[in-house]
């Protein structure tokens, strides 16, 4: 059978292993899934991502609402979360439940045996990060986070020019996640709440792509606001990560009507624009089957500006697919590759949350708690597969 091989560009930071995508879903060898939660995330992303996954099986899901899952995937076992992580006859256990309970589901599942992915962001504190780790490593099971916007063509599109060396190192990255939604919705991430908020909803993917670009920072400054009328929890954030004289500038909000920039990168021999975010989300909810044709394209090209003339080009942007994600998962699993996100890097991307809320509430520079043990291993999980 003819496969395709998706790769990621080669960058330190990055994660260039190839995965194939040419596996029989059909095998007898598949990694049967249980997934819990069926709400936004769980119904857009990862069920459709885990059923287009050549190799992965999704078997059950953890739902309260049995007929809405049903509705959708009439042939899948429902059962209560709490059920779903021990399920006897799953392998993997992905964890898209509410913020507040990443921690205890997936503490459940690796005890029980379980490999498990957890969604972002990982938990609600980096004191339940850290336990977690030790209960992967006692238990000897993977433990993955799901960071899939590294597999966005906009993402994608950065690390390519700043692997390709043509706008030099890179010393300000400014990462955009913007939307204009005006109306407070009726739903958990804008409740008040542990976890709750733009800043746990995003932020969690602005902070783990400005590590694999920059590395660690040194410090983080922060300003958090609820801009909408009747917000229970910050719909604004601002954040400056420090790494030695380079600066990574983290912005999300609700309230901006026709879209910023997604990414803006100065460089000491020029700059690169990237301004539409990658197209994957929006396909979903189109109703596009991850892998279809068009899958991932963005017609979007990057403009990079030449610093000594300050001429443009056009750069064609390389097509996203978060599949990558779980197919890394996949082959993780059977020994193949590594694990696409790892604990040490979930922790270290807790830590800098943690440090942009203490940031934002003293108006201080704060700085990410993280042991010299845990940034030493952060390093070198960053630079085994550079």
Known sequence: MTGTRLRTPRLPGSLPFSVDMSLSSSSSSA????LVGYGYAGKLFHA???RATPGLQLHVIGSKRPEAVHAALPDVQVCAPEAAVTHADVDLVVIAAPNERHAPLAEAALRAGKHVVVDKPFTV????ARHLARVARETGRLLSVF?????DSDFLAVQTVLAGGTIGAAMHVEAHFDRYRPQVRQRWREQAGRGTGIWFDLGPHLVDQALLLLGLPDSV???FARQRPGAETPDWAHVILHVGERRAILHASMLVAGGAPRWVVHGTL???????PDPQEAQLLAGMAPGETGWGQDDDAGILIDGATSATVDV?????DQRAYYAAVRDAIRGQHPNPVPPVQAVAVMAVLEAAVAAAETGAVAVPDLTDSERADWLATRESTS
């Open 125 to 128: 504190t980096l004191t339940e």
């Open 221 to 223: 400054t922060a300003s």
């Open 316 to 320: 064609a942007t390389p097509p996203g």
């Open 270 to 276: 020029g700059s690169f624009i990237k301004r539409r």
């Open 48 to 50: 459709a991502l885990v």
């Open 147 to 151: 960071q899939n916007r590294r597999w």
């Open 31 to 34: 990694v049967r899934v249980a």
